[in-house]
């Protein structure tokens, strides 16, 4: 791998020890992927979290992050050496408010806040959000950045043109460190070509159907790129959110297009460049029934004890809609009802009395986490409903539960009522 001058100097240690382990991981990352050379990035997004067995086991915070991110026996401090570019901690495992209900230990919640102190000394964001694009972190079209988060990425490089392959936990604390992050991937002109033409032949309009294209999607290009051609009503950035994150649980997808709407092509042609598809698939109502029976799959018992919005993290609009719908009602005596947002949107919510309003129905506003990210249920839970395809594709093997994917307005139903009634129009 080819380096400049300050990626060489970081290499041997003029900057210290932490950017010296980064960086040499960064080397062996690049050289394993192929990469010719690093290329400087001033956006990274991770999960740095500590989990309790491994405290127990290294001790300290520095010992922890030292061996599983920077893949280093020898400790480095992380916190007094701080990140080199800005950097975000993505999510955690709790939220700090509702840690008790989220059956999580004293121990865990000491530990998480211990977690969050040390990556602020760090100088680490802690936007504990998967959607950081909804509360002040936007990349631009071109923006080089290394990102975490399957859902984030896809929405960061179809929608907004920003380019970042989805890194992991070493790759992400070494681009903090040093500024830098192998040049592959989606970073290269070349490799965000759509790959997989999908000919849209039904009406794609609500949340839902959004969600069901996304999992056909990626159900059928795997990690490649589609290119969604045919959309007759213009999607706001919820139903983006939704398509991406189900395209990139059913099948890994980082990066689509839908010419004239995401943002790197106004035309198929344009989509695919000098390339021509490799497949060509359609999207008709076979294929939106066949997603809606993969994504209710598990569900079979229609008492419904849980129901969850916000996967991704919901926007203040999502949050808006579930309380017009929620207002002035209770839920079932036997439903829990949690709705994930950020938490910077939760001031918004709570000066607006949108979290009093969830909460007068018995619900819970909670941020910086999520039932599949922090392995977090209300307690004896066996049947959810959830208007996310992520949710649906991952709690039933995450949590062990059903699963009942359907519309908000299902899902609210079932919260109030203890029943799923949901049906595909
Ligand atoms: Fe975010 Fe958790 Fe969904 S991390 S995308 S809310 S699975």
Redesign the pocket.
Known sequence: MRLTDDEKAMLEGKEGLARQKAMNLLVRYGEALGAERLVDTNNVGGYMVAKKQHMMEFGSLDALFSEFNLDSSEVVEFAKDKVKVFSCQF?TTMDPDFWEIQGKSSEDYRLMLANEEYLARGGVALMCT??PYLVGNVPIKGEHCAWM?S?AVVYINSVLGARTNAEGNSSATAAMLTGKIPYWGFHIDENRLGTHLIDVECIVESQLEWGLLGYYAGRMVKERVPVINGIKKLPNLIKLKQLG?AAASSGGVEMYHIPGITAEARTVEEAFGKKQPVERLSFGTAERNWAYEALNATGKDTNVDFVMF????ASIEEIWEICKLLEGKHIHTNTALWI?TPRGLREIADRNGFTKIIKDAGGVLMSDT?P??GQLIPKGVKVMATN?G??AH?LPSVMGVQAWYGTTGECVDAAITGRWRGVLK
């Open positions: 999510e998967c959607t988060e859902s994150a916000g996967c991704p993290h994930f999520c599949a990210l996310s992520k949710q991952y």
